[in-house]
């Protein structure tokens, strides 16, 4: 199997990286398969009011918050 050496010069890449080590979910992945994540995401921005995700609504996507704040919000129906 052939090792890769990966230098990121992007500092957001440094910080995903970093993060992604320190989760359980992520720390024991292959780093080829994290290298791929990393290399694959997509810097967005979003104004204050944005929905990045609605109830009820399929998702293919996955957030990492670099700056700001997010409020989740689960509405119960009255029963």
């Not at 993060?19 to 359980?24: C, R």
């Not at 024991?28 to 009820?56: A, C, H, I, R």
Request: net charge negative; charged share 25%; glycine share 4%.
């Amino acid at each position: 199997m052939k090792k890769y050496m990966l230098m990121y010069d992007d500092p957001i890449k440094v910080f995903l990286e970093i993060s992604l080590n320190q989760m359980d979910y992520f720390k024991n992945l292959p780093q080829y398969v994290k290298n791929e994540w990393l290399f694959n995401m997509q810097k967005e921005t979003y104004e204050k009011g944005s929905y990045l995700y609605k109830m009820d609504t399929n998702s293919s996507e996955m957030y990492v918050i670099q700056s700001g704040m997010v409020e989740v919000v689960h509405k119960l129906d009255k029963g």
